[in-house]
């Protein structure tokens, strides 16, 4: 009964999405969008999302405001059926129904249960890039297609309905990846990608499935893009943008700000460039010193991280933004109760099937080839991040690595939990005593703003 009342939501959300798409373009736009909003207050009624929705509607008709600017963009540049697949996948399946089967199934099982699962076909890239701390697992790795296909299988019964690939480079199984899309048409995929794998035919087949989208690696300047990445990176880079664009896809950028990078990656022109190219979004990194030979140097000074978030906020701001929908992973905290990891909103498998809480917490205690995902959910140290989060009070501090580097330590100790690193294993104390440093220094900025606010 439960399949039936699913299929038979979908089956509405779909005819009512369609009739929208068609009014957008003939009608008024904005009240069409507008019942977006209402559908979404109406079916999510009994949840508490923290959402306005009266404030979203209210911008989504403001005609001067950044919001109605970026959703009439998209519906002027995007093809109609990956709009319309995204929006059943990642609107409908994962943030409506897939978020009240989690909220259920936490309750059911007492864990964490996430929103997301990472997972990494394959470790194998066609790049060399300076610092890749995928470099770690070696080059020879892959998680078949059966296995993956299961991993979406299992995370379905759970509520999770969007899956991102990571690696290595992920579109080196191209093929597989639209097969999973193909095979699991009720999910939405992303890639993290360098981008030098796209072209026309898969732009073709992307736009066929209408459920993967991308996020691309960029660095900043073509200087200092390919100077990390390798000649020529930086244009093939931009080519790719272009076919994304013309195809009428969705991608974004992945960003990884460093100390020497973090004023160039948030500059106007750089963000008008990314908008301009057609890019939808931009996912920032905070730089993590993981491996043995890490440099320190990179990390953000204090002054440099509080800058490069209040720039980002600015940028993402729905109501005079500048056309780019922008997430800071570690200093969005506040907006997240704190560390996201551990199954808490997500956790990674890489491309040997060992499950680590955080894709750049490189311990496991239990692998997909021997665990169910639920198994893995329950396992020592996943139960360890779900009974010590939040690590902090102050959300401006979430990570149990970078600003709370006992607490790392002492898991892994309680847990006797293993480094998967194949190359070169990392104990916890070397990992996080690079980062005890940079977590004293942060402090004193954090609390500031953090109780000042």
Known sequence: MGNLNHFSARTAASLGIDIILKKVNKENREEEMAKLVDLMQKYMEDDDL??????????????????????????????????KTTVLNLGFEAMLTGTKIMHKMREIHQCNIPWLILMDPTSACNLHCTGCWAAE???????????????VK??????VFFYMF?????????????????????CQFLAFTNGTLVDEAFCKEMKRVGNMMLAISLEGSPEVNDLRRGDGVYGKVMKAMDLLKENGLIFGTSICYTSKNCESVTEKEFIDLMV???CRYAL?????????????????????RVATKNRIRKIRNLRSGEGLFTMDFQNDGEYMGGCIAG????????????????????YSDANIRTHTLLEILKSPLFMAYHNNQPFNENHLRPCPMLENPEILQRLVKETGVK????????SAEHLCGKCEKYAQNWKPYADKIWYEN
């Open 50 to 83: 923290g959402i306005d929705y009266d404030d979203v509607r209210s911008m989504v008709r403001d005609k001067d405001g950044a919001l109605n600017k970026y959703l009439n963009r998209a519906i002027n540049e995007l093809d109609p059926n990956v709009i």
């Open 343 to 362: 199954g808490r909103n997500y956790f990674h498998i890489n491309a040997n099937g060992d499950a680590e809480p955080c894709v750049f917490i490189h």
């Open 419 to 426: 480094s998967t690193d194949l190359q070169s294993p990392e």
């Open 154 to 159: 299992q995370g379905k019964e759970l509520g």
């Open 284 to 304: 920032y990194f905070h730089y993590m010193p993981v491996g043995n030979d890490a440099s320190v140097e990179l990390l953000p000074t204090p002054e440099q």
């Open 166 to 186: 990571t690696g290595g480079e992920p579109l080196v199984r191209k093929d597989d990846l639209i097969k999973l899309c193909e095979e699991h048409r009720d």
């Open 137 to 151: 697992y070696g080059n020879k790795l892959n998680l078949s297609y059966e296995e993956m296909s299961n991993v």
């Open 276 to 278: 301009d190219k057609g």
